[in-house]
């Protein structure tokens, strides 16, 4: 069965930081995303990418980067952290030959930064 | 922009009910539909998707797609107390690789 880690499920950074989010899949597949969730706000796309070193920005790409340097691997990048990206960060792929409907993606199990 | 609309909630209903969660969206090229259940703390994940106009059933769910009225829906019938989550209802628009738009979500709440 796929599977999707996120390297944190809490992280408690200071204003200004540089942030690493890291996510990583099992299988082969291409497409990788991250999303942030907010209250009242739903899932929104940051970035995602189709191939390795291959990206695109989402709808709300300010203040982030992302690497994708592996197929597995897919991070994201905070390069200097605000109160305004405290949030649930959510990474997703999308299963090519093993889901149900071609375009599931299937998220991993988030990650909850505070940026304080 | 493309959106994706869903009530808020709560949607509060007893036990052994059927629940009605309703979705619309404005992309007309929009071709695949997904339901995906949260649990609160937890990640999504996919309940339902449907394609293709009308009804598609799978165990106690049931989604429905009306292309023309832009409108899709999912039916809990039998509600259970494990039910009450926040449903997400989920979008891909024609020649967007893969990328999801996703309403706010609907918090289902089943009372015992």
């Avoid at chain 2, 899709?72 to 628009?93: E, F, M």
Wanted: net charge positive; proline share 4%.
């Amino acid at each position: 069965d796929v599977k999707v880690t996120q390297s944190s499920r809490y992280l408690v950074k200071r204003t200004g930081e540089k942030v690493f989010l890291e996510c990583v899949q099992d299988m082969d597949h291409e497409n990788m995303f991250w999303y942030r969730q907010d209250p009242g706000l739903g899932l929104r796309l940051i970035y995602f990418s189709y191939d390795v070193k291959m990206k695109e920005k989402g709808d709300i790409p300010e203040g982030y980067s992302v690497s994708r340097e592996k197929k597995e691997r897919f991070s994201l990048i905070l390069e200097s952290a605000s109160t305004n990206q405290t949030s649930m960060y959510l990474c997703a792929i999308r299963k090519q030959t093993s889901g149900r409907a071609p375009d599931e993606q299937f998220f991993g199990p988030g990650t909850r930064l505070t940026v304080l | 922009q493309k959106e994706v609309e869903q009530n808020s909630g709560p949607l509060s209903v007893p036990e052994g009910a059927i629940a009605s969660l309703n979705c619309t969206y404005s992309d007309r090229g929009s071709q695949s539909f997904f339901w995906y259940r949260q649990y609160s703390g937890k990640s999504p994940e996919l309940i339902m998707f449907i394609y293709s106009n009308g009804d598609k059933e799978d165990g106690r769910f049931t989604a429905q797609l009306n292309k023309a009225s832009q409108y899709v829906s999912l039916l809990i019938r039998d509600s259970q107390p494990s039910d009450s989550a926040t449903y997400l209802c989920a979008v891909k628009s024609y020649g967007t690789a893969s990328k999801l738009t996703f309403g706010t979500g609907t918090r289902l709440q089943v009372t015992l």
